[in-house]
C-alpha cells in the first residue's frame, strides 16, 4: 500500500511564487559536490551558481570607500594616540604598532559571499534531514540495513534544489517539503507503512510538522526564501566583513590592551562606534606547553571585555581557539545615516576590527587558507589552485593531527615573541618545533607561504585584469562615484570633530 501525503492536504503541493517554486515536482538526486574549475568563474570548490557576479562584487567594494573612511577616522582619533612612537620605546605608552583598514578585493568579496551562504543553507538541510529522521524513526519502522546516514543523504535529495533554481530554507517550507519526504520515503519503501491508515497517517504527518516547525532557526531574513547573494544587499549581508580595520598590538598585553579597550568605550559612548559583538579567541588550555597558563596569551581579561561589551550593548562571545589564532575580532555596524546621505549605496555595511599581535598577524594570513582548504565547503580563488593541490596533497588522514598540532604550536610560539625581537621574518620551523619526524618538509609554513606569496601575486594580476574590463570598468558611474565619496567624506570629517 502506498499513501500519497500531497492527497492529504493539497495546501501542502504549492510553495509561495515568491520564493521561486511554482510546484511541487522536484528532481531527485542524491548529494554531489559541484566544482567549477573554469577560469571564467574565478571560483573553485562551488557551486558557481550560488555566486554573485564579479561586477555587483566590485560594485559592491567600491560602494564600501565611505565606511572604510568612516571606519579608519574613529579608529585614528579615538585609538591613533596610543600608536608607537617612532622616538619613545615605551610601549606603556604607545601599545599599538599601527592602525589599517582595507576593503576586501572583489575576488575576496565573492569566494566570501558564496562559502557563506552554501555553509547556511547546508548546515540548516543537514539538520532538518536529520530531525526528520528522528521524528520518523519514533512512528515507523525502518526498513532492515538501512542506517541514518542514507536515510539523510535521501532527505537531501528531496531538499536540494536543481541546478538553477533558487535555495529555499527548509524548515520554513517544511509543510512543502516534510510530505515530498514521507512520500518518498514510503515509496521506497524506507519506512515500514503497510499498518497505518491515511487518517493515522495524517496525524503523525501533522505532529512532526508542528515539532519541525517549533525547531525553525531563523537563518533567513526573506520569509519563505533565503536573502538572495546575488544582489548588492545580498553581498552585504552574506560578506560581513567587506570592510575591516586591524590594531596591530607591539606587545598585546591586557595592560597595554587597556588603553585600546578604554579608547573604543569613548568611541561608543560619544555614539560614532556601534559594536554588535565582541569575540575573543583564547587557546585551550590542554594544548600549552607545560608551565604555561591563558593568562600568558590573552590580549585583554574577561573583566575589560564584559566592560566593553557593557557599554556597547554587545554580545560577548568566548572561543576557544581550534587553530591556535588569538586575536580578539570586535563585529561594528556601519550602517548611517550620514553616508546614506551621500549615496544610498553607501549604507548597509558591516565591519570587523581585530586587535592582535603583529607575529600573529603574520601566520594568520597563510594559515587561514589552510583553515579554507581543510573544509571543501569554503570557496577559493583559482588563483589559489597551486596552494590547494600542494597543501592537499600533503594534508591527509596521515598528517591532519600532527600538522594541526605544528600550526597550534607555532600559534603560540608567535604569540610569545617579544616585541622587536624577530629578526628575521621566518617562522619557527618543523625541526624547531619537534614535528620533522611526524610531517613531510612540505608543510613547514616557511614553504607555504612562499606558495601562496607566488599565488597572491597571481590573484593580484587576475583583479587588475578584471577591474580593467570595460564592462566591469563602465558599471559604475566613476565621476559621479568619485564625488559622492568626496561629500562623504567631508560629511565624516565634520561629523568626528
Same mark, same amino acid.
Given at each position: 500500500m502506498f499513501i500519497s501525503l500531497l492527497n492529504?492536504?493539497?495546501?501542502?503541493?504549492?510553495?509561495?511564487?515568491? *520564493?521561486?517554486?511554482?510546484?511541487?515536482?522536484?528532481?531527485?538526486?542524491l548529494p554531489c559536490d559541484t566544482v567549477s574549475f573554469s577560469g571564467r568563474?574565478?571560483?573553485?570548490?562551488?557551486?558557481?551558481?550560488?555566486?554573485? *557576479?564579479?561586477?555587483?562584487?566590485?560594485?559592491?567594494?567600491?560602494?564600501?570607500?565611505?565606511?572604510?573612511?568612516?571606519?579608519?577616522?574613529?579608529?585614528n582619533k579615538y585609538v591613533g594616540p596610543y600608536v608607537a612612537d617612532p622616538v619613545s620605546k615605551k610601549s606603556s605608552d604607545y601599545p599599538v604598532e599601527v592602525i589599517t583598514s582595507r576593503k576586501k578585493k572583489s575576488g575576496s568579496i565573492r569566494e566570501k559571499v558564496v562559502s557563506k551562504y552554501s555553509k547556511i543553507y547546508q548546515e540548516e538541510s543537514d539538520q532538518f534531514a536529520s530531525q526528520v529522521f528522528d521524528e520518523m524513526i519514533q512512528y515507523f519502522k525502518l526498513k532492515k540495513g538501512v542506517d541514518k546516514e542514507t536515510v539523510v543523504k535521501t532527505i537531501n535529495s528531496v531538499i536540494d534544489p536543481?541546478?538553477?533554481?533558487?535555495?529555499?530554507p527548509p524548515y520554513k517550507n517544511c509543510p512543502f517539503y516534510l510530505s515530498e519526504i514521507m512520500d518518498l520515503l514510503f515509496e521506497y519503501n524506507i519506512f515500514d507503512v503497510e499498518s497505518?491508515?491515511?487518517?493515522?497517517?495524517?496525524? =503523525?504527518?501533522?505532529? =512532526?510538522?508542528?515539532?519541525?516547525?517549533?525547531?525553525?532557526?531563523?537563518? @533567513?531574513?526573506?520569509?519563505?526564501?533565503?536573502?538572495?547573494?546575488?544582489?548588492?544587499?545580498?553581498?552585504?549581508? #552574506?560578506?560581513r566583513d567587506i570592510v575591516g580595520a586591524r590594531i596591530i598590538m607591539r606587545d598585546g598585553s591586557p595592560n597595554d590592551t587597556s588603553k585600546v579597550i578604554d579608547a573604543l568605550k569613548d568611541a561608543v559612548k560619544d555614539g560614532v562606534l556601534k559594536i554588535t559583538s565582541i569575540e575573543n579567541n583564547v587557546p585551550d588550555s590542554e594544548r600549552l606547553p607545560e608551565n604555561a597558563q591563558i593568562s600568558d596569551y590573552i590580549y585583554a581579561t574577561d573583566a575589560q571585555l564584559r566592560s566593553l561589551a557593557k557599554d556597547a550593548g554587545a554580545k560577548l562571545i568566548k572561543n576557544k581557539s581550534k587553530t591556535g589564532y588569538l586575536a580578539i575580532h570586535i563585529n561594528v555596524d556601519l550602517s548611517s545615516d550620514l553616508l546614506r546621505?551621500?549615496?544610498?549605496?553607501?549604507?548597509?555595511?558591516?565591519?570587523?576590527?581585530? =586587535?592582535?599581535?603583529?607575529?600573529?598577524?603574520?601566520?594568520?594570513?597563510?594559515?587561514?587558507?589552510?583553515?579554507?582548504?581543510?573544509?571543501?565547503?569554503?570557496?577559493?580563488?583559482?588563483?589559489?589552485?597551486?596552494?590547494?593541490?600542494?597543501?592537499?596533497?600533503?594534508?591527509?588522514? @596521515?598528517?591532519?593531527?600532527?600538522?594541526?598540532?605544528?600550526?597550534?604550536?607555532? #600559534?603560540l610560539s608567535q604569540r610569545s615573541i617579544p616585541p622587536g625581537h624577530r629578526k628575521t621574518a621566518a617562522f619557527l620551523s618543523l625541526k624547531d618545533l619537534g614535528f620533522d619526524k611526524k610531517l613531510p618538509p612540505e608543510l613547514d609554513f616557511n614553504l607555504l607561504r612562499k606558495i601562496k606569496t607566488e599565488c597572491d601575486n597571481t590573484f593580484n594580476e587576475m583583479e587588475e585584469q578584471s577591474a580593467s574590463l570595460k564592462s566591469v570598468k563602465s558599471s559604475i558611474n566613476t565621476e559621479k562615484l568619485n564625488s559622492d565619496i568626496k561629500t562623504a567624506k567631508y560629511l565624516i570629517s565634520a561629523s568626528l570633530k
Open positions: 492529504f492536504n493539497n495546501n501542502f503541493k504549492v510553495v509561495n511564487n515568491n *520564493s521561486g517554486v511554482s510546484s511541487y515536482h522536484y528532481r531527485y538526486n568563474a574565478k571560483l573553485i570548490g562551488a557551486n558557481m551558481s550560488d555566486a554573485p *557576479s564579479e561586477i555587483n562584487c566590485r560594485k559592491a567594494r567600491e560602494y564600501s570607500e565611505p565606511a572604510r573612511i568612516y571606519l579608519e577616522s574613529v579608529l536543481v541546478v538553477g533554481q533558487k535555495k529555499l497505518v491508515n491515511q487518517d493515522e497517517l495524517g496525524k =503523525i504527518y501533522l505532529e =512532526i510538522l508542528e515539532s519541525l516547525e517549533d525547531s525553525d532557526p531563523d537563518n @533567513s531574513l526573506d520569509d519563505l526564501s533565503y536573502v538572495d547573494p546575488t544582489n548588492i544587499n545580498g553581498i552585504k549581508h #552574506y560578506s546621505g551621500a549615496n544610498p549605496n553607501f549604507d548597509g555595511y558591516s565591519g570587523e576590527i581585530q =586587535i592582535i599581535g603583529a607575529d600573529v598577524e603574520r601566520l594568520k594570513d597563510i594559515e587561514d587558507l589552510c583553515y579554507k582548504l581543510k573544509d571543501n565547503k569554503n570557496a577559493i580563488h583559482v588563483a589559489y589552485k597551486p596552494f590547494k593541490d600542494h597543501f592537499l596533497k600533503y594534508y591527509n588522514e @596521515s598528517t591532519k593531527d600532527a600538522f594541526d598540532d605544528y600550526t597550534y604550536a607555532l #600559534y
